[in-house]
Nanobody, 129 residues
Framework: QVQLVESGGGLVQPGGSLRLSCAAS????????IGWFRQAPGKEREGITC????????YYKDSVKGRFTISRDNAKNTVYLQMDSLKPENTAVYYC??????????????????????WGQGTQVTVSS
């Protein structure tokens, strides 16, 4: 059974940091493209970053570039999202997802939600003072 489980969300003050984890079972994450997405209340789900299969090429949406970092630990079959300098507008439910794309690259077009086959249940991130 394929399963992605996010963890690490919570309440943090503006300027703070959180590290989200995406642990997988039933699939091997370094063989897949992994994306992180978020959905704020009343808004569509948006892709913010991805890491490609194998070589681990990454892409970041402009709004998170320089503050968020995606990484992968193959031994733990886990992908992480380190989020620094968090802002109130980053408040959302964050999801990880896996795509069977064979491309060893990530770019703007790679974070469209429709391209992803497996999704986690999401973890809430709230940035507030």
């Amino acid at each position: 059974q394929v399963q992605l489980v996010e963890s690490g969300g919570g309440l943090v003050q503006p300027g703070g940091s959180l590290r989200l984890s995406c642990a997988a079972s039933g699939l091997t994450l370094d063989e897949l493209r992994i994306g992180w997405f978020r959905q704020a209340p009343g808004k569509e789900r948006e892709g913010i970053t991805c890491i490609s299969r194998s070589i681990g090429s990454t892409y970041y949406k402009d709004s998170v570039k320089g503050r968020f970092t995606i990484s992968r630990d193959n031994a733990k079959n886990t992908v992480y999202l380190q989020m620094d300098s968090l802002k109130p507008e980053n408040t959302a439910v964050y999801y990880c997802a896996a795509s069977g794309s064979l491309r060893r690259s990530c770019n703007y077009y790679s974070v469209a939600p429709r391209l992803y086959d497996y999704w986690g249940q999401g973890t809430q991130v709230t940035v507030s003072s």
